[in-house]
């Protein structure tokens, strides 16, 4: 089954077949505000907190920062957060008063930044492909969904190439709104997912697109590899939390000269444990010389 937007993406973009991966670029071109983040990625969690009113705090103290001074990682977080924030609002209210002529001419402008972001990136600039990809989505319409979501594809391939892990994911959730079965950032988003170790929800995006290609090795190689490397990762952590439960039982039970070894685990047929308590034994005295 052949991915339908191969011709409008234009296939330059990360493969996440191929052996040969863009080495990372750590910092953007210098700009005006833009540039400030790009010296950080923006952590999943920071990302939750997009819309709360801190950011608009975190974007007033830069302001204030002296000429020549770096500015704090907290700080840049927040003015990605900001970056992503605006484009949103901005998107909608611009899209109340657009007239057809208006969202065709703006769709046809996001196209444009797409095609040069997409130059960028086949020279491997690849942060001034994100920054076009950006100022695409900047202005494209939101009913413009596939153009959405092209672009949004493309600039995870850009983050995922600066190694911004947790904004590369962002853009590939957006994308997925858009595109449920948009191949290619499902394959990025699963890679995302098992870089970070987030294994389980790596592999429901390899059974989806084996759902929908069954033809894509990549996705056939994960579903029979991730499911032992979630078995391992399961195992280990039962045996981490099986020894600190051992350790504060023994804390809690050593001032009545008992310890967890006077409890027996057994697990029973329906998966669940049974402690048993166990006395302790008296070693056997020896009889004297008869």
Known sequence: MEDT????????????????????????????????????????????????NDNQEAAAEVNDTSEGNELPESLLDNLNINELKDEKKEEEEEEEVLSEEEIEKLRAEAVDFKVKGNGEYKERKFAEAYELYSEGLRICPKSCTKERSLLLGNRCASSMALQKKDMAIADCN???????????????????????????ESLADYKKIVEIDPTIPVARAACMRLPKMIEVRNEKMKTEMMGQLKSLGNKLLSPFGLSTNNFKMEQNENGAYN?????????PQQSGDS
């Open 5 to 52: 937007k191969s011709d409008d993406e234009s296939d330059i973009f990360f493969d996440c077949e191929s052996a040969a991966q863009p080495q990372p670029v750590t910092s953007f071109k210098d700009q005006e505000s833009t540039d400030v983040n790009t010296k950080t990625g923006v952590k999943s969690e920071v990302l939750n907190a997009a819309y709360s």
């Open 275 to 283: 402690v048993q308590f166990v006395q302790n034994q008296q070693p």
């Open 174 to 200: 957006e994308a997925l709104k858009l595109d449920p079965n948009y191949v290619k950032v499902l394959l990025r988003r699963g890679q995302l997912l098992e870089d970070t170790e987030k294994l389980d």
